[in-house]
């Protein structure tokens, strides 16, 4: 009986255990990110502070708290940014830049390329619905995916270009082109979807959308 219990409690740790795990994977992820946007700006504004103030310089020099001050940074700019394009004069300075950035070919690419991305998850697209699920990485398994753009090939036939992240960091992923007849369209929401694909899978709708089998009805009809 003795080991029935003790396969019962390290059962029940670890269901514990994965989802605190997951949640610190993801807030890593978030933390490290935000933290390394704002370093050099901390690590530039530190230093000068260090010549300043040399008495503050062993306490300045520490690495986790230049991190979480460029975390904290960060956010605050995020949020100052939002909230000035939100405004008039912060809109204009925005298409200053954006002006400034077309001149520029290589990054006037990448930068319109990585807004047109922002912009698409944000809206729904015509004609189908954005969060989708396609055949991949084999017709017998599904993978989320995120309808980017709808557009057709040269015999006329109406084709999607579909994001698909990775689980638990969305930022890395596949683009699949795949027939919109292919694609299972489902009623969930982008914050549904994303918190189905941090969270492993353990967080999301309790059913799966109707039709996620061979045979379901195309998206679009």
Known sequence: MRHLYIQRYLITGLLTFVPLWLT????????????????????????????????????????????????????????????????????????????????????????????????????????????????????????IGFVTRIFADSAGRELAAVYVPTTPNPTGGYLEIVPTEKLVTTDWSMDQAMAFILSGGAVGPDKLPDGAHPGSTPAGQ
């Not at 605050?76 to 300075?93: C, K, P």
């Not at 002006?99 to 729904?124: C, D, E, F, Q």
């Open 24 to 143: 610190w994977l993801v807030f890593k992820f978030i933390f490290t990110f935000l933290s390394h946007v704002g370093a050099p700006v901390v690590a530039g504004l530190f230093a000068g502070l260090s010549t300043e103030f040399p008495g503050t310089a062993e306490w300045l020099s520490q690495e986790w708290f230049q991190s979480i001050i460029a975390f904290i940074g960060t956010v605050i700019a995020f949020y100052l940014v939002g909230f000035a394009t939100s405004r008039v004069f912060g809109q204009r300075l925005l298409d200053a830049f954006e002006n400034v950035i077309g001149r520029i070919p290589l990054v006037h690419t990448i930068y319109g390329g990585a807004k047109k991305l922002m912009t698409t998850l944000s809206t729904k697209p015509a004609g189908t619905q954005r969060v989708v699920l396609i055949d991949f990485p084999s017709p017998e398994l599904k993978s």
